[in-house]
């Protein structure tokens, strides 16, 4: 486990690694546009930032901003930095599921990906969607295989998964259900109530 837990750690590195030459300067897309806005004021009415409104990531993204004070810098950087948390944590998803060698092939072709890269120096908010999304499907992994400690862990990231991208979430169901099949109905009903608790923290804000 050290040495996977090091492994991931230089992928992690490496990834970040790739994203320290380029520096836009710009704000990529009107999407891109409309979350920078949504840093100053929280208005879908007003696309600021566009339906489905990704509450969390601009709460997130205000969060980081208060160290950066640039929207367009502040944004880049989540890419980034969740971009090299995406190819460590396919990694160690690939050990779960298979093996080393399928974890570390998983990373180099996520690394070597020009379209990943691209999204992770820019002010969208792709990056940290794959990241969260590989996170939820471990997690899911082992309350499949019976490891049921993870069911409540698993829940919190599916609404975490949700307020950051609420697609995200309705995509994950088939898994999640799947996953939850194997709980057993009062286990299963115990991970959808805390489910339920966390999207409605950002639904009922949203």
Same mark, same amino acid.
């Given at each position: 486990?050290?040495?996977?837990?090091?492994?991931?750690?230089?992928?992690?590195?490496?990834?970040?690694?790739?994203?320290?030459?380029?520096?836009?300067?710009?704000?990529?897309?009107?999407?891109?546009?409309?979350?920078?806005?949504?840093?100053?004021?929280?208005?879908?009415?007003?696309?600021?930032?566009?339906?489905?409104?990704?509450?969390?990531?601009?709460?997130?993204?205000?969060?980081?901003?208060?160290?950066?004070?640039?929207?367009? !810098? !502040?944004?880049?950087?989540?890419?980034?930095?969740?971009?090299?948390?995406?190819?460590?944590?396919?990694?160690?998803?690939?050990?779960?599921?298979?093996?080393?060698? !399928?974890?570390?092939?998983?990373?180099?072709?996520?690394?070597?990906?020009?379209?990943?890269?691209?999204?992770?120096?820019?002010?969208?908010?792709?990056?940290?969607?794959?990241?969260?999304?590989?996170?939820?499907?471990?997690?899911?992994?082992?309350?499949?295989?019976?490891?049921?400690?993870?069911?409540?862990?698993?829940?919190?990231?599916?609404?975490?998964?949700?307020?950051?991208?609420?697609? !995200?979430?309705?995509?994950?169901?088939?898994?999640?259900?799947?996953?939850?099949?194997?709980?057993?109905?009062?286990?299963?009903?115990?991970?959808?109530?805390?489910?339920?608790?966390?999207?409605?923290?950002?639904?009922?804000?949203?």
């Amino acid at each position: 486990m050290k040495k996977d837990g090091l492994i991931a750690t230089l992928l992690f590195a490496l990834g970040l690694y790739l994203h320290i030459p380029v520096k836009w300067q710009i704000l990529y897309h009107w999407d891109s546009i409309n979350f920078a806005l949504a840093l100053s004021k929280f208005d879908v009415a007003a696309g600021q930032p566009h339906m489905p409104g990704y509450i969390l990531y601009v709460y997130l993204a205000r969060l980081v901003n208060g160290i950066f004070h640039n929207p367009q !810098t !502040t944004l880049v950087v989540i890419s980034a930095v969740s971009s090299a948390l995406a190819i460590a944590a396919i990694y160690l998803l690939g050990i779960m599921l298979y093996s080393r060698l !399928t974890g570390f092939l998983a990373a180099l072709f996520l690394i070597s990906s020009p379209l990943f890269l691209f999204y992770g120096e820019i002010a969208l908010p792709h990056t940290l969607d794959a990241f969260v999304v590989i996170l939820c499907v471990g997690m899911l992994f082992q309350v499949s295989r019976g490891k049921h400690n993870w069911a409540i862990a698993a829940a919190i990231c599916l609404g975490i998964a949700g307020g950051l991208r609420p697609q !995200t979430e309705l995509f994950l169901a088939p898994l999640a259900l799947y996953a939850g099949w194997k709980l057993g109905w009062r286990r299963g009903l115990m991970a959808l109530g805390v489910l339920a608790i966390v999207d409605l923290a950002w639904f009922i804000p949203l």
